[in-house]
């Protein structure tokens, strides 16, 4: 196997464009286990961990850019304020040998429905930059993301970064898994409350082809919300406003029986997380 190595990003977008089949590897989490596993066997591999810009990150236009090799280690260290909801959801990724190495480039790269990454980045409206010889991109999340282990990667093209909006209120991310550590989500789902926009966002992970945002539900409560002036008041949500929520979270899944669990149980675990994570993150709204 012959494997590329580059420390500049121009080179690397070079690389790519001359060797269109070479696989980029960053923490090489997911790239390894295949390659360990006899599984899938690339004739070349292109180094992405000695690139700076790729490890960095910023804000920009009021938004934040974050290199597409930022270890979900440093993601928990250095942004856990800013994106409380990312942060939560790395904090259940693997192990801490795995967070050290694993990015959420990586995570978008892989493009499974269980990545624990993509949830949040759907509720905070990410966008993917793709970057190539001929230019830069960028894309919302949700396009990005084409079906399970699917992505619109061209070719030529590596992931440079993600964007979004620092939280500007509590932001909440909870997973299912048959035990409390290192283990693939059975179903997962995060929430963000917008106070700047008054309203909320809910992404269903592990669940469906791709995460699944709920907009039902989040129109509904948004409604609720809205009604019963509780952004003013900051009285608890009702309990039929959240068991409603519930239900139309439930509804936006599209999940199938597997090994890890049946559709009818993540159908139902969905429902308590969806009620779950609105009562933690409203009360941390409210106590603010
Ligand atoms: C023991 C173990 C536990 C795990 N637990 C979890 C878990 O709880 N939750 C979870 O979501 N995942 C988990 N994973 C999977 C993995 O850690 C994550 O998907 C991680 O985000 C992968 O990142 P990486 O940098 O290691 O990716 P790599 O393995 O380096 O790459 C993954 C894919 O992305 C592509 N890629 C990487 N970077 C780029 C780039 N900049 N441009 C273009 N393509 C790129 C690669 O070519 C490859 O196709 C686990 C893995 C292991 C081995």
């Not at 309990?239 to 999940?255: I, K, N, Q, Y």
Request: include cysteine; charge should be neutral; proline fraction near 7%.
């Amino acid at each position: 196997m012959e494997v590329l190595q580059t420390d500049t990003w121009q080179e690397a977008l070079e690389l790519k464009a001359t060797h269109p089949d070479a696989v980029p590897i960053a923490g090489g989490t997911d790239l390894m286990v295949e390659l360990n596993f006899g599984r899938f066997r690339p004739a070349t591999m292109l180094d992405l961990t000695r690139i700076p810009e790729l490890t960095a990150w910023g804000p920009e236009n009021g938004r934040l850019r974050v290199g597409a090799g930022v270890s979900y280690t440093r993601l928990i260290a250095e942004l856990g304020d800013r994106l409380p909801g990312l942060a939560v959801a790395s904090r259940t990724v693997g192990s801490p040998q795995i967070r050290n190495r694993g990015t959420v480039g990586g995570n978008l790269g892989t493009a499974s429905p269980a990545g624990d990454a993509l949830p949040p980045l759907f509720a905070s409206d990410a966008e993917v930059e793709l970057a190539s010889l001929a230019g830069v991109r960028r894309i919302p999340v949700g396009e990005f993301l084409t079906g399970p282990k699917r992505n619109c990667l061209a070719e030529d093209e590596l992931i440079a970064a993600f964007h979004l909006a620092p939280a500007d209120g509590p932001q909440q991310f909870a997973k299912i898994g048959t035990r409390n550590a290192m283990v693939i989500a059975v179903c997962s789902l995060a929430l963000a409350i917008w106070p700047g926009r008054q309203g909320v966002a809910a992404c269903i992970g592990s669940a469906g082809p791709t995460p699944i945002r709920c907009g039902e539900a989040e129109r509904f409560i948004a409604g609720v919300l809205d009604e019963h002036d509780l952004w003013g008041r900051r009285t608890p949500i009702p309990d039929a406003a959240l068991t409603r929520f519930g239900e139309l979270v439930e509804a936006a899944a599209r999940p199938i029986d597997d090994v890890r669990g049946t559709a009818r149980y993540r159908h139902h675990a969905l429902g308590v997380l969806a009620r779950r994570t609105l009562t933690w993150a409203w009360e941390a709204h409210r106590c603010a």
